[in-house]
């Protein structure tokens, strides 16, 4: 029975990776209101059925936090590539994730995630981050762009909620936005890192209260990362506690 949910999850996933250059061919095409309206439809859609192809129970935590219009920044610890479908299914379609240059090599998977406004980055040139940042801001301020990072910078395979980046609250700083954390619990067990495998699993999301900038006002890049970090690390030991 799993090995056929396999290949079912495995067929589906082929033909979407066929249309996706249709999807953001169309979405480039696209503006203003028509164009959120036509992303929210197909990526949510998109983003849940990686969950429901599965057989996962994915509960939400705290959507009343979720605010109904950006500018604002979600942070989050990151487990698995399910991530990325978890936050567009459930929480924004329309987040735009700062991710790394090398997945520019995954068939279509670059133009999809620049298309929803986010931004590939060579983590080996300062020089086009800081670009990469400027741009995203320019956005954030232009068009109230939502924006998604992950402060570990990689999947983390012990459950355990790794130091973030104090790189990656640059844009935060800069771009004084409220922050949106966000603590994801089961991700990987459902798919592990270095496998495209998707198993069903109980997942969690939990949506911490909005934090304004005056929250964080003053903060240098460390002492920010080492703040979301806690508040984040904090959430997924009550979730796993009570599991």
């Known amino acids: 029975m799993e090995f056929i949910r396999y290949i079912r999850i495995l067929v589906a996933f082929l033909l979407y990776m066929l249309y996706a250059p249709f999807f953001t061919r169309k979405a480039s095409r696209l503006k203003g209101e028509e164009k959120e309206k036509y992303i929210t439809f197909h990526v949510e859609r998109w983003g849940r059925r990686a969950f429901k192809w599965a057989k996962s129970e994915v509960t939400i935590l705290g959507r009343e936090n979720i605010p109904k219009e950006g500018p604002y920044i979600i942070v989050a610890n990151h487990r698995s590539m399910l991530d990325i479908s978890l936050i567009q299914g459930y929480i924004n379609p329309h987040a735009g994730f700062i991710a790394k240059k090398e997945l520019d090599k995954f068939f279509t998977i670059g133009d999809f995630l620049r298309v929803l406004g986010g931004e590939l980055i060579d983590r080996n040139n300062p020089r086009d981050a800081i670009e990469a940042i400027s741009r995203l801001i320019k956005r954030m ?47 990987d067990r459902s798919m592990p890192k270095g496998t495209f495998y998707i198993k069903k699993a109980k997942i969690i999301a939990s ?10 006002e003053g903060m240098k890049s460390p002492q920010l990362a080492d703040f979301l970090r806690n508040v984040i690390a904090e959430e997924v030991e009550r979730i796993e506690g009570g599991e």
Not at 157 to 178: N, Q, T, W, Y
Not at 207 to 216: A, S
Request: aromatic share 6%; glycine share 6%; proline share 9%.
């Open 141 to 187: 301020q232009e068009e109230r762009q939502v924006v998604a990072i992950f402060p570990e910078g990689t999947r983390s395979v012990d459950r355990k909620v790794h130091e973030f980046k104090a790189g990656s609250m640059k844009i935060i700083l800069k771009s004084k936005v409220p922050v949106l954390p966000i603590a994801i619990v089961g991700t």
């Open 207 to 216: 949506v911490l209260p909005l934090i304004q900038p005056k929250e964080f």
